[in-house]
């Protein structure tokens, strides 16, 4: 796939000049012609896609060409050796793809007490098999309840009780020599009520004023509110909130405190830009970008995955190709699945959005396919996820600090003619242990409302029940689960304390965060004696490390080619789900309670292949029986 024709793209081609020469001004003569050619190969998109969003507003070339100016400032600050990788991705733009990076996301104080406390660990990513660090946010928090990290009060600084700056250079320099990617949260959406802007918005000043949704009355916010979600019903109703100060209603999607950032206002772009690109010369290599759908508000719209949004996160790729070219993108963008691939860049953005983006709706399908035990809608969303544009990859995973967004399946279990309350809300019991026959433990996110589905909470060691039994069965669904999001994806997700086993949230201590938000249920601290028992076959611990180091092995084999693209094979049984990718690589998982009859050779992985992995003994392999919740990967030599 080719991108798009640059000559297509719309901008004044004087203001182009003059956009150049403000970016390269005060370049010496060595990185003038390498950052001339970056310059001319994404600033023609940047400017197509700001005249879009912004050209109308008064003083807009003379915003762009102080943007530009900034941009060449922070393209000379960026230190040599990352200058140097940035060289190597621009020669290989798929390196994320073909080194078949797995990925490990963790809190740092939960993972490393700090970033100090990260750094220790690294040996034990590098060991497990790791290449890619996703650290929940660790920029400076608003103080009191700030949602994880997630209500930023400073682009600026880190968490004081993390570290600070060069903590943080040394962690992504000692990270980098590990070949271990560090990823950072790019919380885009909104900032916290004691962010300077806010803090400014406070008082008065109106250019910061404007750097929010506000509202004088709640006329308007109540027609939003018709067409508009909300994300915590129950703990944060309604996505506005009266500010005694403001003297407004300001936009807040998610807690109070954190306040939506109005995108319709250019500086809010710029600073936004500036702050990843402050963060990448920090040796930042890949942000994932929170919330991203919400970016972009219209009335009468439910103010998600708008054409703007795309539009911003364009830009925002165009200005990394101009300063930071060896740094990705990572869409967060937990939305149906139609709506999902726009993010890694269709149509008029195509080529030129995200590069990675988590494969939400397959998470949330395979979770239902075990309460369900049958693969029918895992199958249907693995058949009509698209193929993936050029140099884009998905992120699966099986768990993440949030719950289980149910919601993402709407659409597809409408297209299966299903009532979506009802079918979901069946398989969320089951894995709350509401249902005969469950053995899950999580706990329903948002409703309590019995009969409404939002979302489920726990750690995957809980919902598979391996907390509360050593057995096989358990540790197979674990290792099912695992499997499938190391079988279909680019980069799959491990999340901290899943490679032990670790069961949710008992903590004492926590027990107050998790009565204000049940997403601490997931968000344990890293169990040093499990750690400990890694190496110990005999206990759980042991077992799941095992079972997670075999997977990253299994993937590591030639037969498994990350380019290839997922297919899956009829099995004529809805118990079992069967995958191939490229000629010498298929998967059959099952994911009932009952052993079931599989058929090699009618799945053409029969005479001349071999098994690369299993979860059950050779006698029923042998014989042709895939036990209960077992699976088989299978490569031809
Ligand atoms: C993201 O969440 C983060 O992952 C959450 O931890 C934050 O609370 C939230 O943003 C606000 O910063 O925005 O596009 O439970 O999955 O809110 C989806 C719902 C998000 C989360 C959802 C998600």
């Known amino acids: 796939m080719s991108k798009p024709d640059v ?29 001339a050619t970056r310059f001319d190969r994404h600033a023609p998109r940047l400017l197509h896609w700001l005249s879009k969003l912004y050209g109308r507003q008064p003083m807009f070339e003379r915003w762009l060409l102080s943007l530009c100016t900034t941009l060449g400032t922070l393209a000379r600050a960026r230190p040599p050796v990352l200058c140097e990788l940035d060289r190597e991705r621009e020669r290989d733009p798929d390196w994320f793809i073909h080194e078949k990076r797995v990925g490990y996301c963790a809190y740092v104080d939960r993972f490393g007490g700090d970033l100090n406390g990260v750094a220790e660990r690294v040996d034990y990513l590098e060991n497990l098999g790791v290449g890619y660090l996703h650290l929940l946010p660790f920029l400076q928090a608003r103080t009191g309840d700030s949602d994880g990290g997630f209500a930023v009060a400073s682009f600026e600084a880190i968490e004081p009780a993390l570290g600070n700056m060069s903590d943080l250079e040394q962690l992504a320099t000692r990270l980098r020599k590990a070949r271990i990617s560090l ?36 006329r308007v916010p109540n027609r939003y509110e018709q067409t508009v979600a909300q994300i915590f019903p129950q703990t944060a109703p309604g996505n506005f909130t009266y500010n005694d100060a403001l003297r407004s209603w300001v936009w807040t999607t998610f807690y109070p405190y954190q306040w939506d950032l109005n995108y319709a206002y250019p500086p809010v772009f710029a600073s936004i830009a500036f702050a990843l690109l402050k963060l990448a010369n920090r040796g930042v290599e890949i942000f994932r970008l929170d919330s991203a759908p919400f970016l972009w508000k219209r009335l009468g719209t439910p103010c998600t995955n708008l054409p703007e949004v795309h539009h911003i996160l364009s830009a925002l790729r165009a200005i990394v190709g101009m300063v930071a070219p060896g740094v990705l993108l990572k869409a967060e963008a937990i939305v149906a699945s139609t ?3 726009p993010y890694l860049g269709v149509g008029e953005t195509l080529g030129s959005e995200c590069h990675l983006a988590y494969h939400s709706g397959l998470m949330a399908a395979s979770w239902t396919a075990l309460g369900e035990g049958r693969t029918t809608l895992l199958r249907q969303l ?65 409703s309590t409302d019995g009969n409404a589905v939002h979302g489920t909470n726990g750690m995957a060691a809980t919902l598979v029940g391996l907390d509360s039994a050593d057995n096989a069965d358990a540790l197979r669904r674990f290792a099912l689960m695992y499997g499938l999001a190391f079988a279909v994806g680019t980069v799959p997700l491990l999340y901290m304390g899943d490679e032990l086993a670790q069961p949710s949230n008992d903590a004492h201590d926590d027990a107050g965060l998790m009565a204000l938000d049940g997403r601490w249920a997931q968000r344990p601290r890293l169990d040093l004696a499990r750690l400990q028992q890694r190496f110990d076959g005999n206990t759980i611990a042991g077992k799941a490390y095992a079972a997670i180091k075999a997977l990253i092995a299994a993937r590591n084999d030639a037969s498994f080619d990350p380019c290839a693209t997922v297919e899956t094979l009829d099995c004529h049984n809805e118990a079992l789900l069967a995958i191939r990718r490229g000629e010498r690589f298929t998967v059959v998982f099952n994911f009932s309670d009952k052993p079931q009859p599989v058929d090699w050779t009618g799945l053409h992985a ?9 979860t059950a003994d050779d006698a029923a392999i042998d014989a042709g029986i895939l036990p209960a919740w077992a699976m088989v990967w299978r490569k031809k030599p």
């Open 606 to 614: 029969g005479d001349g292949w071999t098994t690369l992995l299993q």
């Open 183 to 218: 990823c950072a949260d790019l919380v885009l959406n909104h900032v916290a009520d004691e962010h300077p802007w806010a803090v400014a918005a406070m008082q008065g000043d109106q250019h910061y004023r404007s750097y929010f949704h506000l509202f004088s009355d709640r």
């Open 7 to 35: 000559a297509a793209l719309s901008m004044d081609p004087a203001l182009l000049a003059r956009a150049r020469q403000s970016f390269l001004a005060e370049v010496g003569t060595e990185a003038q012609a390498e950052l």
């Open 339 to 341: 709506d999902l691939l």
């Open 382 to 446: 693995l058949d009509s996820t698209p193929t993936l544009p050029a140099h884009t990859g998905w992120m699966t995973y099986v768990r993440c600090h949030d719950d289980i967004v149910w919601g993402v399946l709407r659409s597809d279990v409408e297209a299966a003619g299903d009532d979506f309350t009802q079918r979901i809300g069946n398989a969320a019991a089951f894995l709350e242990g509401r249902r005969p026959g469950s053995f899950g433990h999580g706990v329903a996110f948002q």
